[in-house]
């Protein structure tokens, strides 16, 4: 490639660039009016995928605070319940929304100061005082709509995935106060789930965890980390609730 010709890129890139820019603050709008509406059904998923896809385009261009902004917004969104959704989500996103904003209107000045906004984004991460932070991993809805159930009047934000690699991607991202995880979860079962992040460098390497197990492989449990053992039956979140009692 000529000089002329990488000019051209270069000229070709910087427009998209500034084109992306000038549009940013509108996109910021609409997934403000979806925040708004996350109490109703369908708008959850929407916003997510909205965040996610702004995260990426952003870091494309190369604007990485806002990158990192949605990042934030993302890990959030990973512990609140879809379902579940109250005023006090939706006013931590709008701070969230806040900070977009004010990261368009610098880039437009032509600043992008993401130190500053890392000590606030920080701040906003800071789990709230006396507040429980649990990870259930299980592949079926009864045993996460048990423990929920059991525990709901307490201060306890709950997140369920199925998956084990979705569950060791949130270990490795986000701290939890305990992990909930049952043996049967492939591709990435739950003693492997557990070790795994026993084995980490994360924050959550001494998590505590209550492992799972049915007929078939309680046997299993005998080798893996978890600090606490439970067999799936009727009782077992009344089981879970008098863990978290003891860990609180």
């Known amino acids: ?36 509406s996350l109490d109703k059904n369908g708008y959850f998923p929407e916003t997510l995928r909205q965040i996610h896809s702004m995260k990426g385009s952003a870091g494309t261009h190369g604007f990485m605070t806002v ?5 934030h917004m993302e890990d959030y969104l990973a512990l609140v319940d879809a379902n579940k959704i109250q005023p006090v989500h939706i006013d931590k996103l709008l701070q969230y929304i806040d900070l977009l904003q004010q990261a368009s209107r610098s880039i437009i000045d032509g600043h992008d100061d993401n130190q500053r906004y890392e000590k606030i984004l920080h701040a906003l991460a800071s ?14 809805k009864a045993i996460p709509a048990l423990i929920r159930k059991e525990l709901e009047s307490q201060q306890i934000i709950f997140t369920s ?33 557990i070790a795994g992040i026993k084995n980490s460098n994360s924050a959550n390497k001494n998590i505590k965890v209550i492992h799972l197990t049915s007929g078939q492989n309680k046997a299993s449990s005998e080798s893996t980390l978890a600090d606490y053992k439970l067999h ?5 979140a009344n089981h879970v609730r008098g863990i978290i009692n003891k860990l609180n």
């Open 127 to 140: 789990p709230a005082a006396n507040v429980c932070r649990v990870l259930i991993v299980d592949n079926s």
């Open 232 to 236: 799936k039956d009727a009782s077992v």
């Open 67 to 71: 990158s990192s902004i949605c990042h």
């Open 161 to 193: 995935v199925e998956d084990g690699y979705q569950a060791l991607g949130l270990l490795l991202m986000k701290k939890y106060d305990l992990l909930i995880t049952s043996e049967e979860i492939g591709p990435l079962n739950g003693s492997a789930l």
């Open 1 to 36: 490639m000529n000089s002329k010709s990488k000019q051209s890129v270069i000229e070709l890139l910087q427009a998209l660039k500034t084109q992306y820019a000038s549009e940013l603050s509108s996109k910021i709008d609409e997934i403000e009016l979806n925040i708004l």
